[in-house]
């Protein structure tokens, strides 16, 4: 075995049957110089500039910045920063930024469950005899104060919050402060096997980081493509794959592959699930199609029908009244995106001195639904390499 203390990477391309550089290879051997050159780029090509140049540079900022913030915002009873505080570096027309900043982590799967246990609270306990704060019993349903649930709701995510000192990092253009774009012909580049090099701050370093991180996304490109066209000799579909799809081979070597395609449903995160109930920008006192469902209960039901459009996307939330006087009714909250996709949530509410009520099992199907996959299923891929045996255990 050789010794060596550098590599060359170089950025894969997409072998097809028409170029003039596979002549004489079969269909069998484009696809396994393509499977090849995938695991190339996956496991190689990207890890090495990850680990060599680009985590200790961007490291070594981020670094940087916290003790400078330090220095210069201080820290509170905590140990959390003040303020966040910027660390620039400009070289030939790039600036580079480590910006480290006070941040907050929320636990929102125990926030979820905690709504969860209050609303199953309200509902089992829907007998008259039992009264409980911030509920009404309407016709042998349980309605709960959105105000209620929602002061309820801010106190979990607070009892569920943590804070930590945090950093980002990014490249722009000097002249115009935005993302300095990332070049698309670094087709190649030595990487030394030392990751003390890039914790040194300098012009040459941080050319090469810009160089190294065009290179990574170029190969991130292409392994992109080959997903694409693997799927396409298979048939497979984008989205829509209803069973895993397992294919197996051996390549002129000996090396066995196992190409997987498997369905993975899309699903909300808990904190776009709690988002989706809660979220509203007090400071712009509108609402739009990101706000939340109970603010937009809390604002508008039994109003008169509220239309927002904005960039192509649309709300409209109108409130049937079913009772005289406008007490009971059911509010209908309808968004559509620009891709005209349209979402409709209803909500059977009920209003007494002022204050809006929402059916507590009303809330329970909508966190439920939040919760399940949504939309067709994307095609995921996962291919696996392995190597064949040595040749003296080969008889």
């Known amino acids: ?3 060596t203390n550098s590599t060359l990477i170089r950025l ?12 004489g290879l079969s269909k069998d051997g484009i696809e396994e110089r393509n499977l090849r050159s ?5 496991r190689t090509a990207i890890p090495t500039l990850q680990d060599y140049i680009l985590s200790p540079f961007n490291t070594t900022f981020k670094e940087l910045a916290l003790a400078e913030a330090i220095e210069k915002c201080g820290l509170d009873s905590e140990g959390i ?10 070289f030939d027309g790039k600036k580079y930024v480590a910006i480290a900043y006070p941040s907050k982590r929320y636990d929102w799967t125990t926030v979820l469950s905690g709504i969860g246990t209050i609303l199953n609270n309200v509902t089992s306990d829907n007998i008259d005899s039992i009264h409980r704060e911030g509920v009404r019993k309407i016709e042998g349903d349980a309605y709960i104060s959105v105000e209620y649930i929602l002061g309820h709701m801010e106190r979990l995510k607070k009892e569920n919050m943590r804070r930590i000192n945090d950093s980002s990092f990014v490249v722009n253009d000097a002249d115009t402060d935005k993302k300095f774009p990332l070049d698309k012909k670094v087709e190649e580049m030595r990487v030394f096997f030392d990751t003390g090099i890039f914790k040194t701050i300098n012009p040459k370093n941080a050319n090469n980081y810009y160089l ?3 290179l990574k996304a170029n190969i991130a490109s292409f392994l992109n493509n080959f997903n694409k066209w693997n799927m396409g000799l298979y048939g497979i579909e984008n989205e829509g794959l209803e069973q895993r799809v397992e294919k197996h081979g051996e390549l002129s070597d000996g090396e066995g592959v196992r190409e997987l395609f498997y369905p993975k449903s899309s699903k909300l995160s808990t904190g776009d699930i709690y988002k989706a109930l809660v979220d509203y920008d007090e400071s712009k006192k509108n609402i739009v ?7 937009i209960l809390k604002y508008l039901a039994f109003k008169e029908t509220y239309e927002s459009k904005r960039g192509g996307a649309s709300i409209t939330v109108d409130t049937e009244t079913t009772v005289k006087k406008g007490k009971k009714g059911k509010t209908k909250i309808e968004r559509i995106a620009k891709n005209g996709i349209k979402i409709l949530r209803e909500y059977h509410v009920y209003k007494s001195d002022d204050k809006v009520y929402v059916r507590a099992n009303d809330i329970k199907g909508i966190l439920k639904k939040l919760a399940e996959k949504t939309g067709l299923p994307k095609t995921e891929v996962k291919i696996d390499f392995f190597p064949p045996a040595p040749n003296y255990l080969i008889k």
């Not at 894969?12 to 002549?23: F, G, I, T, Y």
């Not at 920063?81 to 400009?90: G, I, N, V």
């Not at 199609?289 to 603010?295: A, F």
């Open 1 to 3: 075995m050789k010794r």
């Open 12 to 23: 894969p391309r997409l072998s097809e049957e028409k170029e003039k550089d596979v002549a």
């Open 38 to 42: 995938y695991n190339y780029g996956k």
């Open 81 to 90: 920063l003040k303020d966040r505080h910027p660390y620039e570096k400009t």
């Open 212 to 214: 190294a991180d065009s």
């Open 289 to 295: 199609g990101s706000t939340g469902d109970l603010q």
